[in-house]
């Protein structure tokens, strides 16, 4: 009796034309793994590849057994310079350039999660990769997950490969225990709040909350949550995140259409006497809410947006939604929501070479004055 043994194979893909022969089988891998979540799908990807900067250096390695991907670590190259003379190529999680992608991780089989993600540093520390990069930059690690856990520990497995962390705060409130009427759960202040905004609105003449399912309005209303952020932003003297990153804008008129099309997407918008004063823009994907980006008008009545996260909060309870991920950081404001803190990681990764000894002494992040990354372009 004989028997075959499977072999993986190691591929670098560098190329988008080579990556989209992955297409197919991204999806259905993702969903199984220990890390699925709406910043590592198929069309997350796509849209910020269509959308980044012209002269982004794609890196994915994909291991596959019997010619079919069991394991990939999605990376672009981003130079920096260290103290604006020594030039670094950084590896970057694919879909964090100015998009606002969170939960960093590979996308592998998941009964030998572990296994395969130390496979893929391997590969990363191979010789035919290795020449490609010198860092690694690897943001928002949901590390109190399976997914973020083994990922971890895969790193921990890979002696070749030294590691700094740097604590990062979430939050998220869990809704299997609400109510649909929500707010005997809120604090008083925030009910009393709620209660008198809603009855200005009502004197003010007809007020409601409805969602974009047109593909047709779709990029109108995208225009209000553009405009209404922005405007929220000027009035504190500062420039809103689609201001200053115009490449979120694009990507989030590209994305949108899919996620639409998918039935992921939830564009909210409070409107009184037919203007919109307050919208908020998310995502539901496997039982969960994630919260992207809102706008009111600050030149409107004070407490519209707590009314629109009221109203977009009951319909995740009424969709029967495990949890509202307010994603990034933990504010009192998001407390006042219920909002539990989790705590995840960035992550420095480094192997050890002649041109990486400073960070074998000292701690550089690439967040700081000292390593900066170079401009690309558009």
């Known amino acids: 009796m004989y028997y075959t043994m499977s072999v993986i194979t190691s591929h670098v893909m560098t190329s988008w034309s080579e990556i989209k022969t992955l297409q197919t089988d991204w999806n259905p891998l993702l969903e199984q793994s220990d890390a699925d979540n709406i910043f590592l799908t198929w069309e997350w990807m796509e849209s910020w590849k269509d959308t980044c900067f012209a002269d982004t250096k794609l890196l994915f390695i994909v291991l596959k057994e019997n010619n079919k991907p069991i394991a990939i670590a999605p990376f672009y190259i981003q130079p920096y310079q260290l103290l604006k003379t020594l030039t670094y190529q950084v590896l970057r999680f694919a879909g964090d350039q100015g998009i606002g992608s969170e939960y960093s991780n590979f996308i592998v089989r998941k009964q030998d999660s572990v296994n395969l993600k130390q496979q893929l540093w391997q590969t990363l520390l191979a010789k035919q990769?290795?020449?490609?990069?010198?860092?690694?930059?690897?943001?928002?690690?949901?590390?109190?997950?399976?997914?973020?856990?083994?990922?971890?520990?895969?790193?921990?497995?890979?002696p070749e490969l030294r590691l700094a962390?740097?604590?990062?705060?979430?939050?998220?409130?869990?809704?299997?225990?609400?109510?649909?009427?929500?707010?005997?759960?809120?604090?008083?202040?925030?009910?009393?709040?709620?209660?008198?905004?809603?009855?200005?609105?009502?004197?003010l003449g007809e007020w409601q909350v409805s969602y974009c399912e047109d593909p047709v309005l779709l990029n109108k209303s995208l225009?209000?949550?553009?405009?209404?952020?922005?405007?929220?932003?000027?009035?504190?003297?500062?420039?809103g995140s689609f201001q200053r990153r115009p490449e979120m804008a694009t990507f989030y008129q590209?994305?949108?259409?899919?996620?639409?099309?998918?039935?992921?997407?939830?564009?909210?918008?409070?409107?009184?006497?037919?203007?919109?004063?307050?919208?908020?823009?998310?995502y539901v994907y496997r039982g969960q809410f994630f919260a992207l980006q809102e706008g009111f008008n600050p030149d409107f009545q004070k407490g519209t947006g707590q009314v629109l996260r009221y109203h977009v909060m009951q319909r995740c309870i009424q969709e029967g939604l495990t949890d509202y991920d307010f994603l990034g950081q933990y504010t009192n404001h998001k407390r006042r929501w219920l909002a539990k803190q989790r705590n995840g990681q960035h992550l420095l990764i480094w192997p050890n070479k002649l041109k990486n000894t400073l960070f074998n002494f000292f701690t550089i992040w690439p967040t700081g004055k000292y390593l900066k990354p170079v401009r690309l372009n558009k």
């Not at 553009?226 to 003297?237: P, S, Y």
């Not at 590209?254 to 908020?280: M, N, S, Y």
Request: charge should be positive; charged fraction near 20%; proline fraction near 1%.
């Open 254 to 282: 590209d994305f949108t259409r899919k996620a639409l099309h998918k039935g992921w997407l939830r564009l909210a918008e409070l409107t009184c006497d037919d203007k919109t004063q307050a919208v908020q823009i998310g």
């Open 223 to 239: 225009q209000q949550l553009f405009e209404l952020h922005n405007l929220r932003w000027q009035r504190t003297g500062l420039k």
């Open 129 to 158: 990769t290795s020449s490609h990069w010198d860092l690694i930059w690897y943001t928002n690690v949901s590390s109190w997950t399976t997914g973020g856990q083994s990922l971890i520990t895969s790193l921990q497995q890979t």
């Open 165 to 203: 962390s740097r604590e990062v705060d979430f939050a998220n409130t869990s809704l299997k225990s609400l109510s649909l009427s929500l707010l005997p759960e809120l604090s008083k202040s925030l009910r009393t709040n709620i209660k008198q905004t809603q009855g200005y609105l009502s004197k």
